[in-house]
């Protein structure tokens, strides 16, 4: 008998899917971080694009609190007004009608998916099935969304690419008018790639997106899981652009500043097919979510937040081109748009989030060699200069250790 080698145990018993810094936080507090030793982070990462609003915002927390207090679940057999109210507060800020709210980003992706599909299928044309996204494109990590995310390696061992789901390259034109045909159910696109690397798609390109949308009867989803709710300084990323509104959205990440919810957004007519029975959740939309949503979208909202957020944005990036200016061998570029910062880099960035680290700045990393700012919306532009003055110092220490490489 042969013994079948054993499968080593992790000592936290965690599957090991993430490669974690054995950095741990206690309590936050606006843009800050403190562990238990009460070391304190500038935090330009918030939970990669979540505590838009900053940790232990008072209104959120106020908000969850005095729901905890009332109710925490029902099913969505029955009315909850919670719901009806956000999605009011959402469809009148936008282009859509209606609302279906999920735990996550992925699960309102999800949806996204079977919203386009079923509304052909609702149209007598149960052929359109194919959805084309891009390379560099992330948009979660369920089967669905892996298979519409443009990066191969989410992929790998689990099982062959799902039939109709196409990739094309980002912010190519010509590929995208050659593949869309009679089975294209929809386009699914991020006004700015998250995690691809703060990748942002031009005003043209999506215009052109939208019209070879209407003429050939297709739908377009925008995921603005991360780059929307004020991340660009506008409510949605989409609205930079004139003449480029979806007919299909998901929200995530910062509706609920923390508290895990995300929606999925149509037109009436994109959402025709959604009839009873074709979806539903346990736990989406419930009122203890509905509460801090409510309040979260309420701040989201205001003006001065969004005028904050270019204001702030505008600083960030004009000192960064000058870093750009001073350590030309660590900094290639610097995109993005508003609070989605992304700097790609010549010096590998896994090494340059730990410089940073060790400066108590938490930055975000991303594809292409790139390190995100994901800063809370809410920073000062006092810590916006602090956080300057820590890239810095991580630029340097970069710039050290390529030298002592080479
Ligand atoms: C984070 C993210 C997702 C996935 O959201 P989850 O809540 O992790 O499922 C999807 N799309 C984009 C653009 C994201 O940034």
Redesign the pocket.
């Known amino acids: 008998m042969t013994a079948t080698p054993a499968v080593p145990v992790p000592a936290d018993h965690l599957m090991g899917v993430y490669s974690r810094t054995p950095l741990a936080f206690e309590r936050g507090e606006g843009a800050r971080l403190y562990t238990a030793q009460g070391e304190a982070y500038l935090d330009c990462l918030a939970g990669?694009a979540v505590n838009a609003l900053g940790h232990a915002n008072p209104k959120l927390v106020q908000a969850l609190k005095d729901q905890a207090d009332k109710l925490w679940h029902v099913s969505n057999i029955f009315t909850i007004p919670g719901q009806e109210a956000l999605a009011t507060k959402l469809t009148d800020a936008c282009f859509a009608d209606v609302v279906f709210f999920s735990n996550?980003?992925?699960?309102a992706?999800e949806l996204a998916i079977k919203v386009a599909r079923r509304r052909h299928w609702a149209k007598g044309q149960p052929e359109r099935i194919d959805i084309i996204g891009f390379d560099g494109s992330?948009?979660?990590?369920t089967i669905a969304?892996i298979n519409a995310s443009g990066n191969e390696s989410y992929l790998e061992g689990f099982g062959p690419r799902l039939p109709g789901f196409i990739q094309l390259p980002f912010g190519d034109l010509d590929a995208l008018k050659a593949a869309v045909g009679p089975t294209t159910a929809a386009i699914i696109i991020?006004p700015v790639q998250?995690?691809g690397g703060a990748r942002s798609a031009s005003d043209a390109y999506l215009k052109a997106l939208r019209q070879l949308c209407d003429e050939s009867g297709t739908l377009l989803i925008y995921?603005e899981?991360?780059c929307g709710l004020g991340r660009t300084g506008k409510l949605f990323a989409h609205e930079w652009v004139d003449g480029a509104l979806p007919d299909i959205m998901c929200i995530?990440?910062a509706l609920g500043g923390g508290f895990p919810v995300?929606a999925c957004l149509a037109t009436a007519e994109a959402a025709q097919g959604m009839t009873f029975g074709t979806h539903g959740s346990t736990y989406g939309g419930n009122p203890l979510a509905m509460a801090v949503g409510l309040a979260a979208v309420e701040e989201l909202t205001k003006p001065e937040l969004l005028a904050h957020v270019r204001e702030v944005a505008g600083y960030f990036v004009q000192q960064l081109s000058g870093l750009q200016e001073q350590f030309p061998d660590v900094i290639e570029d610097v995109r993005g748009k508003g609070l989605l910062i992304g700097i790609k880099l010549k010096t590998p960035n896994r090494e340059f989030m730990q410089h940073a680290r060790d400066q108590h700045l938490l930055i975000a990393g991303g594809g292409d060699n790139c390190v995100r700012l994901l800063p809370p919306l809410t920073l000062t532009l006092d810590e916006a200069r602090e956080a300057i003055g820590k890239l810095e110092q991580a630029c340097s220490a970069a710039r050290v250790r390529a030298k002592s490489a080479s």
């Open positions: 990669i996550s980003g992925a699960e992706v992330f948009h979660g990590r969304a991020e998250g995690e995921d899981i991360q995530a990440k995300g």
